[in-house]
């Protein structure tokens, strides 16, 4: 089986731009989250869906907004971009939703570099 | 807000040494995920502990949770080059992992 798959996996924006993360889940899995690993730190929670709605949101500003489709694929759209928003952007995918239980299996990440 | 600290930030050691490295929340965790990360990959799931002073061993990896689940430690025996790269620990409550062990093994 395909394990996470995200796209693109570099990409290079300048201030003010958009931009659009994609991100596939493992076959089967209904939840995708986003994060986002500045160099040298630790991923930073940003989103979590599962079933096509958000159920969990971490502190980052409504630049930042996602959404998940039917076949609980995700994208990830930060708007205005800043300089301080170039990182790794990391989806994850876990098999079913519960805060207790869960294991998650990360994509690659697109790497963004906002000039 | 709630906070996962991990110590020691980095650590380096001789091929054949022991390291661990040690994960403590401020408040109490319902379970607790390791992740490695390798120089230029994404995090790779290790382990989840759920007990209380639960103990769990992956050949050279021994994992531990604390008796208050406040608190979990990754220690591996005799290290190996291939063991590079960031340890992270990961409460499942807000999604937040701790600040990572950054673990380099010279040779």
């Known amino acids: 089986d395909a394990g996470v798959t995200q796209s693109p996996t570099h990409l290079i924006k300048t201030r003010g731009q958009h931009v659009t993360l994609r991100c596939s889940p493992i076959?089967?899995?209904?939840?995708v989250s986003w994060y986002q690993q500045v160099l040298g730190q630790g991923p930073q929670f940003i989103f979590q869906?599962?079933?096509?709605?958000?159920?969990g949101r971490g502190n980052f500003p409504d630049r930042f907004s996602a959404r998940q489709f039917p076949n609980y694929s995700s994208e990830l759209n930060v708007n205005a971009l800043l300089l301080g928003d170039s990182a790794l952007y990391l989806c994850a995918s876990s098999f079913r939703y519960r805060e207790m239980i869960e294991t998650q299996y990360f994509g690659p990440g697109t790497r963004l570099l906002v000039l | 807000g709630q906070q996962v600290m991990q110590i020691p930030q980095y650590q380096h050691v001789q091929e054949g040494e022991d390291f661990t490295t040690y994960c403590n929340s401020s408040?109490?965790?319902?379970?607790i995920q390791w992740y490695k990360q390798r120089p230029g990959g994404h995090p790779v799931f290790l382990i989840q502990?759920?007990?209380?002073?639960e103990v769990k061993k992956q050949k050279r990896l021994t994992f531990q949770f604390g008796e208050a689940k406040k608190n979990s430690s990754l220690h591996i025996t005799a290290t190996q080059t291939t063991d590079v790269g960031t340890y992270f620990c990961w409460g499942t409550y807000k999604y937040i992992f701790g600040t990572g062990t950054r673990l380099k093994v010279l040779a």
């Open positions: 076959s089967g899995h209904k939840s």
């Open positions: 408040t109490t965790l319902s379970n």
């Open positions: 502990l759920v007990k209380s002073g």
């Open positions: 869906y599962y079933e096509k709605e958000e159920r």
